[in-house]
């Protein structure tokens, strides 16, 4: 009866924040109940004896808990009451002074609320969300993370003041660096090397030669591509422009055109009965692209966006949209956005450029995307069979590379769908912050099939980097919130440049791993 009642109530409440929608012109496998974002009742985390397989099976885990939204929701409306509107923005971009008054008063308890939420995800020596220690480690200073010499912990007042400027989103622990897209190291290293000015120096000959060389280019951009060169350089490598320099103005001209006579043609037929399920489904989930990042809830950038995805799903009705395609828009907005932003990218006001300058940004994210697309479609079409390969070939691929992790999984009934399928889908990005996927996506584009193939030996890098945590994890809730939240908020090139360079090692030992998957 209980399990009937939890069924019926994400039925009927199709307002709950964070509920799943559905996803049109595509058809997933029906949704796991295990991928449901749960919470044991009790705050304490209940280890069963691990002689004991049935105790910290699913089916026990199941009968223990309840919904998740159920529990959150009552937190949640406190935080998301807030006056009537005084412009056409939303209040999350001009928030009041009434709202921050409230914030103020609310913060002490939610602080408890919070640390009350984490306890139960800790284990024996680790802390799976080590950014709020790191958090107490700070201070705020310009804008910047800087590290305190001081070991004491934040007291009331700070803690207070700190989340009273926090204004992205309600009830999640963030810090500044969470929504930082500039591609600096997380160590802090300076912008500009001897190196790397090197490095910059041998792009820019390239790119001025009158025919550029292509495979010279992706050997270079492999270890990553400096970024005031990386417009030009992932339209060349994305095969959107020619190498030939005499050429580029006239074929960008042309697609650009092209691009703005499809929103002419097509767009004005998003409110039609055949289109209109994918529009509102587009709607929806642009609001939830990169929630943290203040440049994507601006209302310009959400409307360049939905028209980018409609254009494109009803040009290929083999896939239609499809939930995770809209943060694939995102890495080619920030960098030809970037051409025209010095810094600070994350809170730049895209409505302060020319129109064509906006304009030339859409065109050219729109026909980047498409070519990123073009290679991994089959992750897209009906029942996603890319998707559901490439899980197979990392269950295989893991199983080969480092037997303990693969019977670990066996043993607590953890099945790689259920924490894979968001990595192919959404191709790390939900695992990354945007800046490390920026980098990331560098050297994609300079392997031949990045994207479809390589990225494939990047996840299981990727799940290799946590082994200690993940075998430390006895049972199955805890593996799955830990595979769900990996801590790599602080992530930045260097981290990347290391996941990269196992992954090519991976590739080269196993490359044979997953060759009965492909067709």
Same mark, same amino acid.
């Given at each position: ?335 030809? *956005?970037?051409?025209?932003? #010095?810094?600070?990218?994350? =809170?730049? +006001? /895209?409505?302060? $450029?020319?129109?064509?300058?906006? &304009? ?122 830990? *595979?769900?939240?990996?801590? #790599?908020?602080?992530?930045? =090139?260097? +981290? /990347?440049?290391? $996941?990269?360079?196992?992954?090519? &090692? ?14």
């Amino acid at each position: 009866m209980a399990t009937d009642n939890r069924i019926n109530f994400w039925r009927r409440n199709a307002k709950v924040p964070g509920s799943v929608q559905p996803v049109y012109g595509a058809q997933h496998p029906p949704l796991d109940p295990r991928l449901r974002r749960t919470y044991p009742k009790d705050t304490k985390p209940k280890f069963n004896n691990p002689k004991s397989k049935k105790a910290c099976s699913f089916h026990e885990f199941a009968r223990s808990t309840n919904d998740a939204w159920d529990i959150e929701d009552e937190e949640d409306e406190d935080f998301l009451v807030t006056p009537a509107p005084t412009s056409s923005l939303p209040s999350g971009l001009h928030p009041t002074s009434t709202h921050n008054q409230q914030q103020h008063n609310e913060a002490g308890d939610t602080e408890s609320r919070m640390s009350d939420r984490l306890a139960p995800y800790r284990t024996e020596g680790q802390n799976l969300y080590d950014v709020q220690e790191e958090e107490t480690n700070c201070e705020h200073i310009n804008g910047k993370v800087v590290k305190s010499n001081s070991e004491a912990h934040l007291n009331s007042s700070s803690v207070r003041s700190t989340l009273q400027k926090q204004q992205s989103l309600p009830v999640r622990p963030i810090i500044p660096l969470v929504a930082r897209i500039s591609d600096q190291n997380a160590s802090g290293a300076p912008p500009m090397t001897v190196r790397e000015k090197s490095r910059l120096d041998k792009f820019k000959q390239l790119l001025a030669s009158p025919n550029t060389d292509l495979e010279e280019l992706r050997k270079h951009s492999w270890s990553g591509i400096p970024r005031e060169v990386r417009p030009i350089t992932w339209r060349l490598l994305s095969g959107y422009l020619p190498a030939n320099k005499e050429r580029r103005e006239l074929v960008l001209k042309r697609k650009r055109e092209e691009y703005f006579g499809f929103i002419e043609q097509y767009y004005h037929s998003r409110t039609d009965e055949h289109y209109k399920d994918t529009y509102r489904q587009i709607h929806i989930d642009i609001p939830r692209t990169n929630p943290l990042i203040p440049l994507f809830q601006q209302p310009v950038v959400q409307e360049v966006f939905e028209r980018i995805l409609f254009i494109w799903a009803i040009r290929h009705p083999a896939s239609g949209y499809v939930q995770g395609i809209n943060d694939l828009v995102t890495p080619f907005f920030v960098v030809f *956005l970037s051409e025209f932003v #010095t810094e600070d990218v994350e =809170n730049f +006001e /895209v409505a302060a $450029l020319p129109l064509d300058t906006q &304009r030339n940004i859409e065109a050219d994210s729109f026909w980047c995307m498409s070519k990123l697309l073009d290679g991994i479609q089959d992750n897209y079409t009906f029942a996603q069979p890319g998707i559901q390969n490439k899980v197979k070939a990392l269950e295989e691929l893991v199983s080969r590379i480092d037997e303990d992790i693969h019977n670990h999984f066996k043993k607590y009934e953890v099945e790689y769908l259920q924490f894979a399928f968001r990595w192919m889908n959404n191709l790390l990005m939900r695992e990354l912050p945007l800046r490390c996927t920026i980098r990331l996506w560098d050297t994609y584009q300079a392997e031949a099939e990045g994207f479809s193939h390589f990225h494939l030996y990047v996840c299981a890098a990727f799940l290799i980097e946590w082994r200690k945590e993940i075998l430390s994890m006895i049972d199955f809730q805890g593996l799955l919130m830990l *595979l769900q939240n990996l801590p #790599t908020i602080h992530w930045g =090139n260097e +981290e /990347v440049g290391l $996941l990269l360079a196992e992954a090519y &090692r991976l590739k080269y030992m196993f490359a044979d791993a997953p060759s009965h998957y492909k067709r």
